[in-house]
Each structure stands twice: as C-alpha cells, then as structure tokens.
C-alpha cells in the first residue's frame, strides 16, 4: 500500500484543502505517514499570497527531491495556489513529478498512478480564465468529506476538538495587492445543505468547535440565501458546537449578521474583520470599498450589538506610496480599535497584480521599520487586553497538551487560547479564572466543571 506525506502551507483554508486531498488519497487506497523518510508520495500543499512563503516551499521542494533521489519511484507533488500560480515551470525549472491546482485534486491518484507508470512531469491546473467560463460548475469538493489529518501537518497543528468547514471558494473582490483571485478563481458557495451536512459529520466525529471559512464569507449565497441563514442553520443544528466563521469583508458588513450572532447563543462573540491600512488614500489604493471612517463606525455597531464581542484584523503595511502620515493614520486607528489581536504583514509585491506595478515602491528598511513599529503597538494592545481577562471566570473547551508545560491548552469563546493546569482531557469544558498572565498568554486554574456549552 502507498504511504503519502503531505505538509501544508498557509491559512485555514489550505489545512481544509489537505483534508480534501486525504480522503481523495485514502479513498484511492493511500494511507498517511508522518515520516517523509517513510513515504512513496511526497505532497505539499502552498500558498502564494507573500513571496516568503513560496520561497519556503520551494526550500522544502529541494528536501523533496533529494528524499526522490535516495529511493527509486518516489513521488514529488505540488499542491494548491503555486501549483496554478506557477504550473509547468514547477516540472521544469524545480523537477516536480506533478503539479495539482486547487481544482483538480480529484486526479491525484490517476496523476500518481501516471508516474508511478514512468510518466513524470505532469501537471493539472486549470486557468483561471477557463474557470470563469465554467464558474457554474467549478469544484466545491461537495461530494468529499475532508478527512483530519495527524497531529501536526507541517506547520499546522491539529486538534481532535475543532473543525473547518469550508463555505466558499474563490474571491470576486480584486483588492489590488492580493493574489487570491489569480490563483483561486471567482467566488462561487457551497449549497447550504452541503455544508451543513459535512458541518454534522464532524460534529459527529466529536468536533465541538467548527468555523465556516471563506475568503469573505459575507458574499455567501445559495439562491436568496445568505450567510446569515447559513450561520444560523448551522447554530440551529449544532446546538452544543461553538461555531465560528472567518474571513468577514468589512465593506459587507452590516447589522443582520451581528443580529444573528446575538441571537444564536453558540455562535461565537468573535470578529475577524480586516482593516489592512488606516489611510483613506491607501485604502482607495488597495480597492477596499470602505473609508478608515466606514471601517470605523462598523467597529462601533459591532460593539454597540455585541458589547463583549472579540475583533481581530488584518493589516498590511509598506504598501506601494504609503507615506509616514499613512503609516500613522493606521498607528491611530489601532489605537482607537484596540483589537485583541491582529495579523500585521509588510506588502510583498505579487506579480500579476495591479499593486505589483504601482509607484513608488517603499523601501525594504521603511518598511521593515514600520512593521516593527506597528507589532509593537499591537503586542502592547493584545497584552494589556488579555490583562484584562485577570481574575475572571471563562469556559474553556480543552484542545490539546500545551507543548511548553504540564498543562492544557484551552479556548475561549473570544477565541483566546488559555493554559490551564489541572486535569483535563481534549474536548472537556471547564470553567477556569485566569491568574496571571505569562508572556502575554493567559494562565488560569480550574473553577468548577460546566455541563452547558458557551
Ligand atoms: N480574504 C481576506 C480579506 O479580505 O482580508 C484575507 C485573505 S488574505 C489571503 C490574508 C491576508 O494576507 C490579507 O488580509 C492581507 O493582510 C495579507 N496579504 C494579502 N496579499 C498580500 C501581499 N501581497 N503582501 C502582504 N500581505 C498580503
Ligand atoms: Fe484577497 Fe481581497 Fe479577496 Fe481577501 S477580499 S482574498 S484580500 S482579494
């Protein structure tokens, strides 16, 4: 029997990606290794949304290859957003045996068998352009329930407690700087009784904290359906999971989704809402379809809706013509939001997109500075905010072993992760008050076990 490895790049939506590739492998008779050393077909799967990470796929690519080179008919695949982006040039500049986007992993056995057989070099990437002409019929996987992975894949760690559910596919919104649309195609969703259907089946198979992704989940629809109906649907038929959703366009906001949050007790108070700059010129820029004042006031209905709710955000700095007074405009707005968390990137130009060809660039060192500069204030925010989760009582669902020490690593329904000390086991949910904080991760002690979930 085949014995695959498969190591993910990327977000969330790529680690929903694998699951896909798994089960169409374990169908197909593969089974998984943790122990490249140990393994016939050696699978990554990538991401192109900064050069850095291609360039570290492309570092492991060369580990792939002389791994190829120690033992006869071993297989070397590339998966997912360079496979498309980069197609044949991965068989004939980097010595891939296939090349697989994000829409055909469906012939990954048929590909493997293929070389297997001594036909090498094969790639199946559809363009992109031909995907917009068959948007109707673009891959969802509907029919493929994502199988889990082992306990770490890559640099993704796994836990038997939380589930991903992908709701869409595909991006329609053209921000200036993103690759995603390239790669990915047009936004086409689920039909609402598929996601729902593979959302039960991991709740059955003991997932209790599930999050529907997409790359802006606020333009779900199936037919005169909308995200809203879905999260609801899902709430509804899931009563005892916490449900989360990520990724939420700012611009498509508004105060139907935050109602239905309110008014669904397992959905969870949390936001991902990505500002990317503070600067009104930038956003224009970036083609985000909302004001650093639109932004804002989305904040404040947010809050106004959902006092406690947790908000977390994106942003992207260095950004081709950014000035300092840009820069700060943005240093401002994270001040003003105080978000619990956010994940700051420096721009990395993406051939292909329209940001790639606009002037003028800022300077490696601004840049770098101005990243330094921002994480600063933003570790400042996240450390004071989780402080004030000091001496206060939280549910925690247990995930997993902290790595570091003896203890547990829980979450909370605002989506910070607590280590707690005492006896537990993933999947539990205990009541725990935080007692200090280490670093700037809350550490708490078991108050009393709860029944009720969220
Ligand atoms: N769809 C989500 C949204 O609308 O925000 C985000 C998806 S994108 C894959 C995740 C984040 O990567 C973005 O929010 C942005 O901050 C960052 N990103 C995208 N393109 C980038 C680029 N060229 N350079 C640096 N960061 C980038
Ligand atoms: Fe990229 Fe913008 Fe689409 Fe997000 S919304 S995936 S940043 S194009």
């Given at each position: ?16 990606e694998?699951g ?6 374990a ?15 050696l699978?990554?799967m ?46 004939t ?33 559809v363009p992109?352009?031909?995907?917009v ?14 199988a ?16 991903f ?6 991006c ?12 990915k ?27 529907l992704?997409?790359q ?15 999260l ?21 906001l ?11 007790p ?16 930038i ?81 490696e ?8 500069r921002?994480?600063e ?57 935080v ?20």
């Open positions: 029997m085949l014995k695959f490895y498969l190591q993910t790049y990327g977000c969330q939506m790529n680690i929903y694998s896909v590739v798994r089960r169409v492998l169908d197909a008779g593969l089974t998984e290794t943790a122990d490249e050393h140990d393994a016939d077909v699978l990554m990538t991401c192109s949304v900064r050069s850095h990470a291609e360039q570290r796929a492309l570092g492991r690519l060369g580990t792939f290859r002389a791994l190829r080179s120690e033992h006869a008919g071993r297989v070397v695949g590339v998966l997912g957003c360079m496979a498309q982006r980069f197609a044949e040039a991965l068989v500049d980097h010595r891939a045996d296939i090349v697989v986007g994000p829409d055909e992993y469906l012939r990954l056995p048929e590909l493997i068998r293929n070389v297997q057989a001594g036909t090498t070099g094969l790639t199946s990437t992109v352009e031909q995907r002409a068959t948007r109707q019929t673009s891959e969802c996987y509907d029919a493929v329930m994502p889990r992975g082992l306990s770490r894949d890559g640099d993704c760690p796994q836990n038997p407690v939380s589930a559910v992908t709701v869409m596919r595909g329609d919104n053209h921000c200036t700087y993103c690759i995603v649309p390239h790669v195609g047009r936004e086409r969703s689920r039909p609402l009784a598929s996601v729902l259907a593979e959302a039960e089946r991991h709740s059955a198979n003991g997932a209790k904290d599930i999050t992704l997409g802006n989940v606020l333009a779900y629809r199936d037919g005169s359906r909308r995200f809203p109906d879905l609801a649907a899902v709430a509804s038929a899931l009563p005892r999971a916490r449900i989360r959703f990520l990724t939420s366009h700012p611009r498509d508004d105060s139907s989704l935050l109602d239905t949050m309110r008014r669904l397992n959905v969870c108070p949390s936001l991902h809402l990505p500002v990317q700059s503070g600067s009104n010129t956003l224009q820029r970036m083609n985000r379809g909302y004001t650093r004042e639109e932004y804002l006031a989305k904040v404040t209905l947010c809050r106004k809706t959902l006092p406690e709710v947790a908000l977390t955000t994106d942003v992207l700095v260095g950004f081709p013509s950014e000035t300092e007074a840009d820069f700060k405009a943005t240093l401002d707005l994270i001040e003003e939001v105080r978000f619990d968390f956010a994940y700051m990137f420096r721009f990395s130009m993406r051939p292909g997109t329209r940001a790639g060809e606009f002037e003028p660039k800022v300077s060192s601004d840049a770098g500075r101005r990243l330094s921002l994480i204030v933003q570790n400042r925010i996240t450390s004071e905010r989780n402080r004030d989760m000091l001496n206060k009582v939280f549910e925690l669902l247990i995930e997993s072993p902290s790595p570091r020490d003896s203890g547990w690593l829980g979450r909370t329904v605002f989506n910070k992760v607590v280590i707690v000390k005492g006896n537990c086991a993933p999947g539990d949910l205990v009541r725990c008050r007692t200090h904080i280490n670093g700037w991760t809350p550490v708490a002690e078991i108050h009393a076990p709860t029944a009720a979930v969220c």
